[in-house]
């Protein structure tokens, strides 16, 4: 559910990645130009919108099938309510990443088909070393990404007992908690240790495994074209190796 562009308006994202394959379709799909919703947002290495460009496990996953298949892939990148919006409005062929406990609430009434388990997450804290072990009570402000919602807090969060502080950037809610201006930072607990070794601060801030966290997994969704999720679905039992080959390269793949 980690820095962000900040894309203007007059230049929407709509980055064309043209990948040319001669493998045989599958029955239930077809060779066509297909529309990925993905995030705006800096969350390497599982995926990045960066310079207009679009990257990180996410990227080479969808370009290994489009290879595969023969399909042309077109990335466009949005604001994470917009992009909800725009899938469950049909302006997109597929969304990834997806959860069907992500904007449920957007979803509900809508047909929304989702492929089979793309990789495993952990979203959770991630504190000063210091704070380690001191439990949920020592968190009273729980810094995040704007969009994203932390499920394992719900329950402190609607009873008021924590606050959520919001950023456009994972980036911001990292330099936020070094800051302590928050006093944890609730993310995909791999992007945030990447984000940590990028700005030289690997050991500024480390998960609290004792803390409430969710793990799952991420997947790619659709509301107008379930042949392309059966087509996607196919094609990653197929070439399981070429996947998690992906995944070890990334280091995407949980211990």
């Not at 990925?36 to 990227?59: A, I, K």
């Not at 904007?103 to 000063?128: C, L």
Request: no cysteine; aromatic share 10%.
């Amino acid at each position: 559910m980690t820095h962000v562009n900040n894309i203007n308006a007059k230049k929407k994202l709509s980055i064309l990645a043209v990948v040319l394959g001669s493998a045989a379709l599958s029955g239930t799909a077809y060779a066509d130009n297909i529309v990925v919703g993905v995030e705006e947002l800096n969350y390497f290495p599982h995926y990045t919108m960066d310079g207009g460009e679009y990257g990180g496990f996410g990227r080479a996953l969808f370009d290994a099938w489009a290879a595969d298949r023969g399909h042309t892939v077109e990335y466009r990148a949005f604001p994470i309510k917009r992009l909800f919006e725009n899938l469950v409005e049909g302006k997109i062929d597929m969304k990834y990443p997806d959860n069907a406990y992500w904007s449920s609430d957007m979803k509900d009434g809508k047909s929304v088909v989702y492929s089979e388990k793309v990789v495993e997450y952990i979203d959770g804290v991630s504190v000063k070393p210091g704070n380690v072990g001191k439990g949920m009570d020592s968190v009273k402000k729980l810094g995040t990404v704007r969009g994203f919602t932390a499920w394992s807090w719900l329950d402190v969060i609607n009873s008021g007992t924590v606050k959520v502080s919001e950023n456009k950037a994972l980036e911001g809610v990292i330099k936020q908690t070094l800051a302590d201006r928050v006093d944890a930072a609730y993310a995909n607990v791999s992007v945030i240790q990447y984000q940590l070794d990028k700005m030289g601060s690997a050991k500024a801030l480390t998960f609290d495994p004792d803390l409430k966290h969710t793990r799952d997994f991420y997947y790619a969704s659709t509301t107008t074209k379930p042949q392309l999720i059966s087509d996607f679905n196919s094609w990653m039992a197929d070439n399981a190796a070429k996947v998690d080959a992906l995944k070890a390269e990334y280091k995407v793949t949980l211990d």
